[in-house]
């Protein structure tokens, strides 16, 4: 049966009763269920009940998707073509795109395939339409050649739709000696081991000697001292690799490398970078010397960075100075470089100027503008300026239909289709609009969606929507319980999360507060609560109750010291202990020196994020500086968490 043909003139008869909203989610569910089973098509009448609801389309094209893959045809091609045509990308209209274009190259429709295929599809699809023009002889040799050259020659395996492609070039004697060795050099400096080995059985054996030599520096980075007659690129990749082991060996080899392998300036500065980055990131005190060897032309605003923090943590305020001052313009007008500026102005005597850069500073609503006011000792600058809604921009907004799926879908409770129909309804506002449109997501609770949409719009100043406080009670319970305050609990939950209660983050972190599975066991087990599986993490009463305990156990390793628990609950305690300075010091310096871009971001977020939730749950704020209390030395910390467990005992 033919459902498409039929089912188009059906959805446009008028006269159909519209349904109440949950009866029309209910037929919905009830006709996903029709499609999973092949039976869309005796549902006729179900469907023209539901020919205005938003996700109608949403059935169409998993129907159209299941007949492919089960019966595809000429004619069904066409009604793929139709539909396709007439309605926008939405999730279920990309996967049936990806799933019939994939079907087109399998039954080799390569004329029809080339008319779809776009320039940003994925590498299986231009791999497939170089493949049709191979068939169809729509290009020159030469045109066709390069384009398939583009993609083999990368250091990476590429999709088997690419296969035949590759075979093409191979039959036609195009991948030579000469460029399966580039390619193999590329697979090293991309660490992709398998595939140089692969490429290197595809030379004959006199030519494998130099790729088994490259492996063998990336391998055994330690054989660098033996090591003759190898490629520059390869021999700075293999160093990066010694100086992780042996940051003081590979140092110490350096010079006899570079003029071993007679490496360029542009090797060598490589080199010496990642050498003062690391002594940086380990808190050497040689960091500083391995920076000034660095070609100031050749700094990136990454290693400039960590120059500034290596200064400040050897208290070299004049070094400090002279870094920031030659950074590029922009770089110098980041918040935190204008902080530093004048931590460092006022260090070497000139308080004047440091009082100037602070003031300006004291604008922001942020980390530095808050440690800036407490040099100054004036009250911090919140500036809340709620936006007011249109009546028509909101209406135009609830009429647009990608947001119409989009509400629909979080009725269901699909949150991540949900997600992509908001992208896809906002993509190409105005600001103003943005704006808007960030006040409707308000106005549906959608609380993780207004504070990102309302932040692509540029706008900061309503703390309505970027601070919500639809988790208060929740956090209350949970900080009641632990003797912590609300807020705290609240700045967390929005830095980790940005309140997406399903949030799953590249590693497994699950929920709210971005517990780890395991951690949420072992949290779980301290309190005598039941063994949490996933969705008991996405729930937020139990992801709220769990984090608040192991933020509670990450202050009491750290001895209430706020700074050391953030970083604790987000990079792990043992990172945290390494971390450590040797004497007590400043705690602002020794945030700006967490080794990870990521954990010290995250810490100067979530007290930012703590000082306005404090203002919006009426608390006194205080000062931030009297939440950094100076660092103790590791030393110190041991020995004060050694008394804790002699008290507990």
Same mark, same amino acid.
Request: hydrophobic share 45%; charged share 25%.
């Given at each position: 049966m033919r459902l498409f043909p039929t089912l188009c003139a059906l959805l446009l008869t008028t006269g159909a009763q519209a349904l109440a909203p949950e009866a029309a989610r209910d037929l919905f569910r009830d006709l996903e269920a029709a499609v999973a089973q092949g039976e869309l098509a005796q549902q006729q009448d179900a469907l023209v009940e539901l020919a205005d609801y938003p996700l109608t389309p949403y059935l169409l094209a998993d129907d159209l998707r299941r007949r492919l893959r089960r019966a595809p045809d000429p004619a069904l091609d066409d009604q793929i073509d139709?539909?396709?045509t007439e309605h926008e990308p939405m999730p279920p209209v990309r996967r049936l795109r990806q799933t019939w274009l994939d079907s087109l190259a399998e039954r080799s429709h390569w004329a029809r395939l080339l008319d779809e295929v776009r320039e940003d599809d994925?590498?299986?699809?231009q791999c497939h339409a170089i493949h049709a023009r191979i068939q169809l002889n729509r290009a020159s040799e030469a045109e066709l050649t390069a384009q398939a050259l583009a993609f083999w020659h990368r250091g990476r395996s590429q999709p088997e739709a690419c296969d035949p492609v590759f075979a093409w070039?191979?039959?036609?004697?195009?991948l030579t000696r000469d460029r399966v060795v580039a390619r193999a050099r590329l697979a090293v400096l991309e660490d992709q081991t398998g595939l140089a080995r692969y490429l290197a059985r595809q030379l004959p054996e006199t030519d494998q000697p130099s790729i088994r030599r490259w492996l063998d520096a990336v391998r055994n980075p330690g054989e660098l001292r033996h090591i003759e007659n190898l490629d520059g690129d390869i021999a700075a990749h293999a160093y990066k690799k010694l100086a992780l082991r042996d940051l003081e060996g590979a140092g110490d080899?350096?010079?006899?490398?570079?003029?071993?392998?007679?490496?360029?300036?542009?090797?060598?500065?490589?080199?010496?970078?990642?050498?003062?980055?690391?002594?940086?990131?380990g808190h050497n005190d040689e960091a500083l010397d391995w920076f000034a060897r660095l070609d100031p032309e050749r700094m990136d605003d990454f290693a400039r960075g960590w120059h500034v923090r290596s200064a400040i943590r050897q208290r070299a305020w004049d070094t400090a100075l002279a870094v920031i001052d030659a950074m590029p313009a922009d770089q110098q007008d980041e918040e935190e470089w204008r902080y530093w500026r004048a931590r460092s102005l006022a260090a070497t005597g000139r308080g004047e100027?440091?009082?100037?850069?602070?003031?300006?500073?004291?604008?922001?609503?942020?980390y530095h503008g808050y440690l800036a006011a407490d040099r100054l000792d004036l009250p911090y600058d919140f500036n809340p300026n709620p936006l007011t809604p249109d009546a028509e921009s909101q209406r135009r907004l609830r009429d647009t239909p990608a947001l119409q799926r989009a509400r629909e879908l979080r009725a269901l409770a699909r949150e991540y289709p949900a997600r992509a129909e908001w992208r896809l309804g906002t993509r190409d506002l105005s600001p103003a609009m943005l704006e808007q449109a960030a006040l409707l997501a308000f106005d549906w609770e959608w609380h993780p969606l207004a504070i990102i949409t309302l932040a692509e719009s540029g706008y900061w100043d309503d703390l309505d929507i970027r601070y919500p406080l639809h988790l208060?009670?929740? /956090?209350?319970?949970? $900080?009641?319980?632990? #003797?912590?305050?609300?807020?705290? @609990?609240?700045?967390?939950?929005?830095?980790?999360?940005?309140?997406?209660?399903?949030a799953h983050s590249p590693a497994g972190a699950v929920g709210l507060m971005q517990l780890m599975p395991a951690? /949420?066991?072992?949290? $779980?087990e301290d309190? #005598?609560?039941?063994?949490?599986? @996933?969705?008991?993490?996405?729930?937020?009463?139990?992801?709220?109750?769990?984090g608040t305990r192991y933020l509670d156990q990450m202050l009491e390793r750290f001895d209430r010291q706020s700074a050391l628990a953030m970083a604790a609950y987000n990079a792990g305690p043992h990172r945290v202990d390494r971390w450590l300075p040797e004497e007590t010091m400043p705690a602002d310096i020794w945030v700006e020196n967490i080794a990870y871009t990521e954990t010290r971001e995250y810490v100067k977020r979530a007290f930012s994020h703590l000082i306005v939730f404090r203002m919006r749950l009426g608390q006194p704020v205080g000062r931030l500086s009297e939440l950094m209390p100076a660092v103790p030395a590791a030393q110190k910390m041991e020995a004060a968490r050694e008394a804790a467990d002699e008290r507990e005992s």
């Open positions: 139709a539909f396709l994925s590498t299986a699809l070039l191979e039959k036609r004697g195009e080899l350096l010079p006899a490398l570079v003029q071993r392998f007679d490496l360029d300036a542009g090797q060598r500065h490589e080199m010496q970078r990642w050498t003062a980055l690391l002594h940086g990131q100027a440091a009082n100037q850069l602070y003031a300006a500073l004291t604008r922001e609503r942020s208060r009670d929740a /956090a209350a319970s949970a $900080a009641d319980n632990r #003797g912590l305050e609300p807020a705290l @609990i609240l700045a967390i939950m929005r830095t980790e999360s940005l309140f997406m209660a399903n951690t /949420a066991r072992r949290v $779980a309190i #005598g609560a039941p063994r949490p599986g @996933i969705a008991d993490l996405e729930t937020p009463a139990t992801n709220i109750r769990l």
